[in-house]
C-alpha cells in the first residue's frame, strides 16, 4: 500500500506555474552571460531584492528599502543568520516559542544556542508566560540574546497573535532590551480574516530582524528567502554570510515572473490551498471523533490535533503507516522533544483525494490503537 503523507510541509504542485515560469527563464537567460560569471554580493539580485521590499510595503503600510533587504538560500538561511547576528559565542540563549519549527530548533542546537521555551495558546506566545520566563532569567543574570517568534500562521500550531498582543510582546522587548527576530514565512499563505501587522511595522526598533520567503507562497525548491532589517543591525547580519551570495539564476527567473503578478499569483495560489485545508478539516472531524482537537487555521500550511490522553502519538504514527498514512509526531516541534499528546499533519501537496482518504486511513488506525488500549 503506498502512502499517503501529511507529514511534511510542502507546496501545491497543482497550482505551481510551469509554462509560465518557463517562459520566465527564456526570457531572463539571453541576457545573463555576465551575472552568471560574476558573484551575486552580500545582498544579492536588486530586483528580487526590490520585488520583496514591495511585497512588504503592500502588506504593512509602511516604507521599506531595497538596500535593507537580503536575499538567502530559503528561510532556513535567513534563520541562522538573523539569529547568528545577536549572539556572542558565550552563553547564548534565546527566547521562543516552546513549539516551533523542527529546522530552527537543530539549527539553533547546532550553533550551541540554549533554547527558553514559552507555552502558547490559542494566540500563540503567551505573554504572561514571556513575562514570567524574562523577569526569571533577569533574576538568574542571564539575558536572552533576542526573542524569536512565528507570530503569523505559527507552525505547528498554526495559531496568530493579535495586534494587542504583539504590542505587549513589543513593550515587554523594550523593557528588558532585546531585540525581536521574527520569522514570518507562512504570512502570505492566508485563507480567512485581516493579515496581522508585522513586528517592525509596529515598532521602529532599529534592532528588529524581520525573515521572510518564497518557499511557501511559490516554492521551495527555489530556495529563496530573505531577511529585512535597517543598519547597523543589517551590518551584524551581514557580516554572517559567508557563501558570496545568493542563487542569482533561480533569483532572476523568479522575480521575472513575479514581478507584474505577485499577489495575483498569491491569491491564485491561497485559492488551491484552501480547498485543501477545508477538505482536511473537514475529513479529519468526521474520522477522528469528538474527542480530538482539531485546529483550523487561517493561514499557513498545517493542522494541529491534540489527541485523547489515551492515545500515544508515536504509537498512532506507527499504525497510521501500518493503514498507509504518514503525519509528524508533535514532539520533533518542542524545543526539548517532550512528548505531548500532539500531531501535526500537512494539507499542501497531497490531492484532495488523498487527504480524502488519508484522513480515513488516520481515523481507522486511531481506533485501532484505541482498541487495543482498551
Same mark, same amino acid.
Given at each position: ?9 510542502? $507546496? ?25 560569471? $560574476?558573484?551575486?554580493? %552580500?545582498?544579492?539580485?536588486? @530586483? ?23 536575499? $538567502? ?8 543568520? +538573523? ?15 516552546? =513549539?516551533? =519549527? ?19 495558546? @490559542? ?15 533577569? +533574576? ?29 510582546? /513589543? ?23 485581516? %493579515? ?15 525573515? @521572510? ?16 532589517? %535597517? ?21 532572476? /527567473?523568479?522575480?521575472?515572473?513575479? %514581478? ?33 482537537? /482539531? ?7 498545517? /493542522? ?6 489515551? !492515545? ?7 499504525? @497510521? ?5 504518514? !503525519? ?13 499528546? =500532539? ?19 488516520? +481515523?481507522?488506525?486511531?481506533?485501532? !490503537? ?5
Amino acid at each position: 500500500m503506498d502512502i499517503i503523507s501529511f507529514a511534511t510541509g510542502n $507546496t501545491n504542485p497543482e497550482t505551481f506555474p510551469v509554462d509560465a515560469f518557463a517562459e520566465a527563464a527564456q526570457r531572463v537567460m539571453r541576457t545573463m552571460a555576465v551575472d552568471l560569471n $560574476t558573484y551575486p554580493g %552580500k545582498l544579492g539580485h536588486p @530586483g528580487l531584492r526590490e520585488l520583496m521590499a514591495q511585497r512588504e510595503r503592500d502588506r504593512e503600510g509602511v516604507e521599506v528599502d531595497p538596500e535593507h533587504v537580503v536575499i $538567502t538560500h530559503g528561510s532556513m538561511q535567513a534563520v541562522t543568520m +538573523g539569529v547568528q547576528a545577536q549572539c556572542t559565542g558565550t552563553d547564548d540563549l534565546i527566547v521562543l516559542e516552546e =513549539y516551533t =519549527y523542527v529546522g530552527s530548533i537543530r539549527a539553533f542546537e547546532d550553533m550551541g544556542i540554549e533554547m527558553v521555551g514559552v507555552p502558547l495558546d @490559542g494566540e500563540g506566545m503567551r505573554i504572561d508566560a514571556l513575562a514570567e520566563t524574562l523577569e526569571r532569567l533577569k +533574576g538568574e543574570g542571564r539575558s536572552p540574546r533576542c526573542i524569536y517568534t512565528l507570530a503569523t500562521y505559527q507552525n505547528p500550531t498554526g495559531a496568530v497573535m493579535s495586534e494587542a498582543r504583539r504590542m505587549e510582546l /513589543i513593550a515587554l522587548a523594550r523593557r528588558h532590551d532585546i531585540p525581536v527576530v521574527e520569522d514570518n514565512c507562512y504570512g502570505d499563505v492566508h485563507y480567512d480574516g485581516d %493579515k496581522p501587522r508585522a513586528f517592525y511595522a509596529l515598532d521602529d526598533d532599529p534592532r528588529q530582524v524581520y525573515l @521572510g520567503s518564497l518557499s511557501k507562497i511559490f516554492a521551495p525548491g527555489v530556495r529563496l528567502g530573505y531577511i529585512v532589517a %535597517k543598519p547597523p543591525m543589517l551590518e551584524r547580519i551581514l557580516a554572517r554570510r559567508h557563501d558570496a551570495g545568493p542563487n542569482t539564476l533561480a533569483s532572476a /527567473i523568479t522575480h521575472e515572473y513575479l %514581478k507584474d503578478r505577485l499577489w495575483d499569483h498569491i491569491e491564485m495560489a491561497n485559492d488551491g490551498l484552501k480547498v485543501k485545508r477545508d477538505a482536511m478539516v473537514s475529513g479529519l472531524r468526521r474520522h477522528l471523533g469528538n474527542e480530538c482537537r /482539531i485546529s483550523n487555521p487561517p493561514g499557513g500550511l498545517f /493542522i494541529w490535533v491534540k489527541l485523547p490522553d489515551d !492515545v500515544d502519538p508515536g504509537r498512532l504514527i506507527e499504525v @497510521g503507516n501500518e493503514h498507509g498514512v504518514d !503525519v509528524a509526531h508533535g514532539s520533533s516541534f518542542h524545543i526539548h522533544n517532550n512528548a505531548g499528546p =500532539y500531531v501535526r499533519l500537512a494539507f499542501g501537496y497531497p490531492t484532495v483525494a488523498e487527504i480524502e482518504g488519508g484522513t480515513q486511513r488516520l +481515523g481507522e488506525a486511531l481506533r485501532r !490503537v484505541r482498541g487495543s488500549a482498551a
